[in-house]
């Protein structure tokens, strides 16, 4: 599967459109970013039924701003539009599959229901 170009105009619609979203945030100045791009299309081609999107973090400050990103590349991983992974750093392709399959092993039930807990507790 190719990659998606995510912005901030197609940023929500593809999030809440789809399940699971592994987000690349990176710049085309950066090595690091450049040296990783390959693994993660190789995973992308590998693993179905999950959408790999990156977002360029020059083009899209906007996004970058309101996801915190300090640090370049960076692995976001939404599942039900929940942020589950968030991690600074290019990592091998065995990784980033096995952070997948623990993505896709997660209990969203449980995880939706601990963020209800939290939100409950800061409201009351």
Known sequence: MATVDLNKDNFSEIITGNDLIVVDFWAPWCGP???FAPTYEAVSE???GVVFAKVNTEEEQELAHHFQIRSIPTLMIFREQVIIFSE???MPGPALEGVLQQA??????????QIAEEEAKQQG
Do not use: R
């Open 33 to 35: 970013c450049k040296s």
């Open 46 to 48: 590998k693993i179905p």
């Open 88 to 90: 600074p750093g290019a």
């Open 104 to 113: 896709q092993a997660l209990d969203m039930a449980e995880v939706h229901k």
